[in-house]
């Protein structure tokens, strides 16, 4: 999974990459514009048990990535918009972290993180119109020399440019940008988000509250929307801390998780994905999967092989394989399911695949 964090220059984009990622800072490598690229393995409970049973060679944990990128400017009204470069870096990410600052700056004016969130966002809707606009005199021409299959794109692309106008963020109207002729366009204001406040330690939890609270208006309660926060500096110096260190310094600051992990959760919630896992000797892995697909397709997450030779998916829930303590137990008490193509995964199960190819 891939995350992109954008922002306003100076938010804070390059700290909040150090609290998300633990990691140092990736230096450019020629061009300015290249993004910082930061992996993360998710920690997860099940994995850790599934590890300790099997004493795999090899455990291999859900990988989020996320990328600094700068060249948001908030100044979209002079006519320019994203540049080519830093829109080819943001157009693969699934979803977009936006960090909004809250901290003084004696080089900047007094903090806003609703103002800065509303000119994000209409600098987004400025490079979607952009997009739209030039493919809109592509295809009118081709239409004009009888082209007639391009009809619908044509349709759809001047919906989303009335959306646009009025100010809309195509994440309100699923109906359009998921349809199959939209869904390679990528738009940024179709792309889920986090709006994430970084606040200075100098503000307190009522202040940060009270924005959040606006954030969340302001998003007009889109489901691809979600508000958070973080002490970024703090969290920069947590995250390179040991997890047992982490976790005193985090319940002196009165804050039941570090940022890094509940940021990874929340984008999750925010996709709809959910994670199943693989068990054996050689590996025990994670998998994240988008909610309600088969055994079927997560097979082909897995392998195209095991997609196209499928047969069958012997199935646990993590929490029967816990309580049973072994697959022979879980199995003898019927917890061990046999299952088709079409079942669906749920977060957390433990799957075999059989299949023949
Ligand atoms: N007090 C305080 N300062 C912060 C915080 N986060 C960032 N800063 C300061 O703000 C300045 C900019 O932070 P960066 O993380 O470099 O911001 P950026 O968005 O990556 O900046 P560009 O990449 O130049 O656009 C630095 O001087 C940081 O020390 C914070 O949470 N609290
Ligand atoms: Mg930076």
Redesign the pocket.
Known sequence: MKLGIV?L???????VFKALTGGVEVLDRKGRQEPGIGVVKVSDYRLDFLAKYHKPKKVTPVHVEYLDI?GISGDSKSGHSLGDKILAHIRPVEALVV?LQF?E?PSMEAPDPVRDYNLIQDEMILSDLVTIEKRLERISKDMQRGRKELLEEHDLLHQAKDMLDQGSPLRLSPGIVQSEKMRGFAFLTAKPMIALV????EKSREDIQEYLTKLSESAGGASGVMVDWL???TEAEIARLSPEEAEEFLSEMSLDEGAKDRIVKKSFSLLNLIVFLTAGEPEVRAWPLSKGKTALKAAGVIHSDIERGFIRAEVVAFDDFREYGSMAAASKAGKVRLEGKEYVIQDGDIVLFRFNV
Not at 9 to 15: A, C, L, Q, W, Y
């Open positions: 922002g220059p100076g938010s804070g984009k390059t700290v700068s960090v901290f700056s970084n606040a200075g330690e002490y970024a500096d």
